[in-house]
């Protein structure tokens, strides 16, 4: 079985309460769930969808066939009908969108009726349309009334029961009344956990001892500092909004040096202001780590909308010369696990490090059975407490071999720790002379550089170990690619090689993906953006040239089918 | 006990003769006189002459970026509010390119201390005019003078209930002591101008203009009265008051953030076996 829900609506007509009570409702139930949407940026109005596909086996995309269509709103009819498999299923309240339709593909569910009639208040529509989306799927509402007592808790009694019962009305006005209701649903056994690709880095970050995050609100990056805030009392972080990215990326550099580890995290445009800050945090060589959720650019761009579009924005942002590490996960686990590598690498080599995301996956919502934590690492660099005070002499900026000197704690000691934007000498004083720049240079950057290339892990190969056919791609693709390869490996020598810790790009010492590129007939770089800026990168650094590329850049992610169709067309 | 000599720093490279001698030296007294150590304070500052103020003395630095001094104090003062944070700025650093971050760490009102060393130009750059240059005033790169109205800090920190907003003289060392020293003591963000003459570029704005205008805000006035304040700090051109313009009691932000009512963020401990009961909440 492998099902797709799209609930289509005006903003503010309750669609995401809809589409995440129901992803919910299947994760718990233990199937295999993948969410993403689709919205415009206003508050109210204009068209807006949900999608959730589930699955007994494991889904990690969208798909394009619709198996039940829940339109709030006509618009929702006129554009995806079109859409709906052989025997789909349109939901819909004939009384709200003043249309009627007679087809046996349509159920006419009165949810504004029943939730008048059973809630006692018409608001509750939302809470019958989720009843009517189990009851025609055949699911019972024991999962969905548990969802509603939690969320409707703090409201009241009144609130919670009149919820149950719009629910239980919906369910059984579905199962009454839907004769073509012929969905399948595999016996699974939960519960599986959901998470979005933003609350995946808000977890990983706390997960990874964060203690201070500022930022500005900027979408599609925002839920991630919702969701630190959310959980600031309980692990003890402050979350500060600045008064822009500016502020935002100086604030935690401030922090950093204070000796707490510090993030911010922006989009394309608060991120343009922040780079003066990336060569500050270079410079001073203070650890932070920044999320950049990429959004279609130039300027404002697309503001809700997807865009791998500033990989050599985050590549050669911010002036002068020094090591940085981009990371780009593809999943939300890969987002928990490389927010914890950010840390742990920006603290070990006290560069910049960079989180590499986007729209679709800072808002798609994945299931897995759970999340690795005897992976997370944390390792306390700073120099502290007594290790601190019988140090002989501390200059924040000693030259090592490694390029790195430990961070001592300003005022926990009679040690002073100094620092400047300036080129400066051992101590932190600003200076002018060649052969201290030329030292600082070389421990900043030559001398950092061959261990975090070391450190920098290879790419995931999956599918065949002798490939004919390569698609590669990098970030928020994992998903898409990897179902891609399951699909036509049927047919098809084929594998995916996927990037996610970017830069610098992972030597071929530990896995040699070039000889397999340079192996394989054809090699097709799959990218989110207009240019191949990935493929750039790969040519740029090691000289190799992929055959094709497939480019999306209309502000929406890939599904699988058009991806499959766009790879078959290459192919032939 | 700390002397002089724990706050002997590297040799200044400002022109002889420069106001920002005397505030050092005042700087370093004040801090002595107050009995705390070099280690117990942070000096963060931006780019410009002032900016190069705390390689001149020995203490805890952040020189950071030109502008971006207030934020980078900020963070730090969030994370170890215990830290003593002074930020030490010009004219264009703090008014010009930094003034975002003036307003908004004014309504913050954490416990930083900002002195804006203001000679109403921007020397590093060499002459010109920076946001409290007055109008009319001519510059190579403003042929017809200064067409922009000069900024008044004074007023816009009363404006925003600035919760100590103060101005003092690099000519006059006792005053300006004495009033490092309030502006340290007073609980809240402190903002305190100190007209500072340029002796390279400023030639409008001598230390003689300077010694001819300023005079002492008399005894009685009530500094609380933001009234009055707004009046005192509108003063400007031949007579400039100079002393504690405005202050208030507004509660200070590390105060009301429950997380650090204990421990400042630094000596926070972290258990990361704890983060299993959180992904509980995503089944």
């Known amino acids: 079985m492998d099902y797709s829900i799209r609930i289509t609506g005006e903003a503010g007509q309750g669609i995401q309460t809809i589409g995440g009570s129901l992803a919910k409702v299947f994760a718990r139930s233990g199937y295999h769930v993948f969410t993403h949407q689709d919205y415009e940026s206003r508050v109210r109005g204009g068209h807006n969808f949900y999608q959730i596909r589930f699955s007994d086996a494991p889904v990690m995309s969208s798909r394009d066939g619709i198996d039940l269509l829940v339109a709030m709103d006509s618009a929702g009819i006129d554009r995806y009908l079109s859409g709906l498999t052989e025997n789909g299923l349109v939901i819909y309240d004939s009384k709200t969108l003043r249309q009627k339709h007679e087809d046996p593909n349509f159920l006419d569910v009165p949810f504004s009726d029943l939730a008048v009639e059973h809630g006692g208040n018409k608001i509750m529509a939302n809470t019958v349309a989720t009843g009517a989306v189990l009851g025609s799927i055949r699911m019972d509402t024991d999962i969905f009334l548990d969802i509603l007592k939690h969320t409707f808790s703090k409201k009241g009694d009144e609130i919670v029961q009149g919820n149950i019962d719009a629910a239980k009305a919906g369910h059984s006005y579905a199962v009454g009344n839907c004769w073509k209701c012929s969905f399948d649903l595999a016996p699974v056994s939960g519960p599986k956990m959901l998470i979005a690709g933003n609350d995946a880095i808000g977890l990983g970050a706390i997960a990874s001892g964060l203690k201070f995050y500022s930022a500005y609100p900027m979408t599609p990056s925002t839920g991630i500092m919702n969701y630190i805030a959310g959980k600031e009392e309980e692990y003890g972080i402050i979350v500060e909004q600045a008064e822009d990215e500016i502020a935002a990326v100086n604030m935690a550099i401030g922090a950093s040096f204070a000796g707490v580890r510090a993030m911010t995290g922006t989009s394309g445009g608060g991120f343009a202001l922040m780079v003066e800050g990336i060569s500050l945090a270079a410079m001073t060589e203070t650890p932070v780590v920044i999320a950049l959720a990429q959004r279609p650019g130039p300027a404002t761009g697309l503001p809700t909308r997807t865009e791998q579009g500033d990989l050599e924005f985050a590549l050669y942002s911010a002036h002068g010369e020094f090591p940085r590490i981009i990371l780009a996960p593809g999943t939300p686990e890969q987002a928990f696990h490389l927010t914890n590598r950010a840390f742990e690498m920006a603290e070990k080599y006290q560069v910049p490090v960079i989180i590499l995301t986007d729209q679709y996956l800072a808002d798609s919502q994945w299931t897995f059975d759970k999340f690795d934590t005897d992976k997370l690492k944390y390792t306390d660099r700073r120099l502290r407490g007594d290790a601190l005070k019988e140090q002989g002499i501390y200059n924040r900026h000693t030259c090592t071999e490694i390029g790195v000197y430990p961070m001592a704690i300003p005022g926990e000691s009679r040690h002073l720790v100094v620092t400047d934007s300036d080129e ?75 990037f996610s810790e970017m830069y610098p790009l992972p030597e071929i010492e530990k896995f040699n993906y070039l000889d397999i590129l340079k192996r394989a007939e054809m090699t097709i770089c799959i990218e989110n953006n207009a240019t191949s800026q990935f493929a750039r990168l790969i040519r740029t650094w090691t000289g190799f040239e992929f055959s094709n590329r497939i480019n999306k850049y209309d502000g929406r992610p890939f599904t699988l089918e058009s991806l499959i169709g766009e790879i078959n067309a290459i192919i032939g | 006990m700390p002397s002089l000599d724990d706050y002997k720093g590297i040799d200044p490279a400002w022109c002889p003769g420069c106001g920002n001698f005397s505030i050092l030296d005042t700087f ?256």
């Open chain 1, 424 to 498: 400066h000498d051992e101590e932190g004083h600003m200076i002018e002379d060649s052969e201290t720049r030329i030292k600082m240079i070389d421990k900043r950057l030559f001398n950092k550089l061959p261990a975090i290339k070391k450190d920098i892990a290879p790419p995931a190969f999956y599918g065949s170990d002798t490939p004919d056919i390569v698609i590669i791609g990098w970030g928020s693709t994992y998903g898409l690619l990897k179902e891609a390869v399951d699909v036509l490996s049927k047919d098809l020598n084929i594998s995916m090689l996927h």
């Open chain 2, 28 to 283: 370093k007294e004040a801090m002595v006189e107050m009995d705390l150590e070099p280690h117990q304070l942070t000096v963060v500052s931006g780019i410009g002459q002032a900016a190069k103020f705390p390689h001149y003395i020995r203490c805890n630095t952040f020189n950071g970026l030109h502008g971006r001094a207030l934020p980078v104090a900020a963070g730090i003062k969030l994370a170890n509010h215990k830290m003593k944070v002074f930020v030490t700025t010009g004219d264009g650093d703090c008014y010009g390119e930094g003034g975002n971050h003036l307003l908004h760490n004014i309504r913050r009102n954490l416990d930083i201390k900002l002195f804006v060393h203001d000679n109403q130009i921007y020397g590093l750059t060499k002459g010109q005019p920076s946001p409290t240059s007055m109008e009319g005033i001519k510059f190579k790169i403003h042929p017809f003078g200064v067409l922009s109205e000069q900024m008044n800090p004074m007023a816009l920190a009363v404006a925003l209930d600035c919760s100590f907003v103060a101005r003092a003289f690099s000519g006059d060392q006792e005053h300006l002591k004495g009033i490092i020293k309030e502006a340290a003591e007073h609980k809240g963000f402190a903002l305190v101008d100190i007209l500072q003459p340029c002796v390279t570029f400023n030639k409008v704005n001598t230390f003689s203009w300077y010694k001819e205008r300023v005079y002492q805000i008399e005894d009685g006035y009530d500094p609380t009265d933001r009234l009055a304040a707004f009046e005192k700090a509108l003063e400007w051109g031949d007579r400039i008051p100079l002393g504690i313009i405005y202050k208030n009691q507004r509660p200070i932000m590390e105060e009301r953030i429950p997380m650090i009512s204990k421990e400042p963020l630094i000596r926070h401990s972290f258990d990361q076996k704890k983060i299993e009961e959180t992904l509980k909440e995503f089944y």
